[in-house]
């Protein structure tokens, strides 16, 4: 079992910067691909970066590649996304989310099995 917490969230203005955290309990933190995912009002959950078990490969949706940054550090159980020249279209919840890691890229919902309760992003024009 992996409990998620997130943190980090805010209102900012354009151009801002913010950076999430998802702190993850249990031992096994490392055996994990991480995932964030954001849903905005009246929108499916769609995916924004994604983090092997070792921080070696990083995946990005177009819409966040140059700005967003993911990283990890398995000894402090945490994944960090550093969100960076934000426009009002990132608003939205972010999840963090946690999948056992079995190689390749996960970039759909329904394949993680652990997530966190979200954090609030208000991007202010």
């Known amino acids: 079992q992996v409990q998620l917490v997130e943190s980090g969230g805010g209102l900012v203005q354009a151009g801002g910067r913010l950076r999430l955290s998802c702190a993850a309990s249990?031992?096994?933190?490392?055996?994990?691909?991480m995932g964030w995912f954001r849903q905005a009002p009246g929108k499916e959950r769609e995916f924004a970066a994604a983090?092997?078990?070792?921080?070696?490969?990083?995946y990005y949706a177009d819409f966040v590649k140059g700005r967003f940054t993911l990283s990890r550090d398995n000894a402090k159980n945490t994944v960090y996304l550093q969100m960076n020249s934000l426009k009002p279209a990132d608003t939205a919840v972010y999840y963090c989310?946690?999948?056992?890691?079995?190689?390749?890229?996960?970039?759909?919902?329904?394949?993680?099995?652990?997530w966190g309760q979200g954090t609030q992003v208000t991007v202010s024009s």
């Open positions: 983090i092997s078990w070792s921080g070696g490969n990083t």
């Open positions: 249990g031992r096994t933190f490392s055996s994990y691909s």
């Open positions: 989310a946690a999948v056992m890691d079995r190689g390749g890229y996960y970039t759909v919902p329904s394949q993680y099995d652990y």
